[in-house]
Nanobody
Framework: QVQLVESGGGLVQPGGSLRLSCAAS????????MGWYRQAPGKQRELVAA???????NYADSVKGRFTISRDFAKNTVDLQMNSLKPEDTAVYYC???????????????WGQGTQVTVSS
């Protein structure tokens, strides 16, 4: 009922930049939160940045000042601008939304398929 399409991952040198994009589509009535998580090999999935309607944005301490999340409420898209990338930012990045669909009374969490970000020289 809800599809998330991610784009923008790739290989970048340390200090470089990448921009990730995620578009949500389907029978969407309302989206409460749009955000990005990441999972590095052997580690748990962690929140990178999120934007919550009426609640502002929050970032992982490790990306503050380097990453910026931006959301387009009309288009149901969320971007993550990543600057000053470090090797430790290497991970699969996942888009996540808390969405309410038509006919539903609850907000449910939905995940994108993930996009690989590799920071290496």
């Amino acid at each position: 009922q809800v599809q998330l399409v991610e784009s923008g991952g790739g290989l970048v040198q340390p200090g470089g930049s990448l921009r990730l994009s995620c578009a949500a589509s389907g029978s969407i009535l309302s989206i409460k939160t749009m955000g990005w998580y990441r999972q590095a090999p052997g580690k748990q999935r962690e929140l990178v940045a999120a934007d919550t309607s009426g609640g502002g944005t929050n970032y992982a301490d490790s990306v503050k000042g380097r990453f910026t999340i931006s959301r387009d409420f009309a288009k149901n898209t969320v971007d993550l601008q990543m600057n000053s990338l470090k090797p430790e930012d290497t991970a699969v990045y996942y888009c996540n939304v808390e969405v309410r669909t038509y006919g539903s009374i609850k907000y449910l969490s939905r995940w994108g398929q993930g996009t690989q970000v590799t920071v290496s020289s």
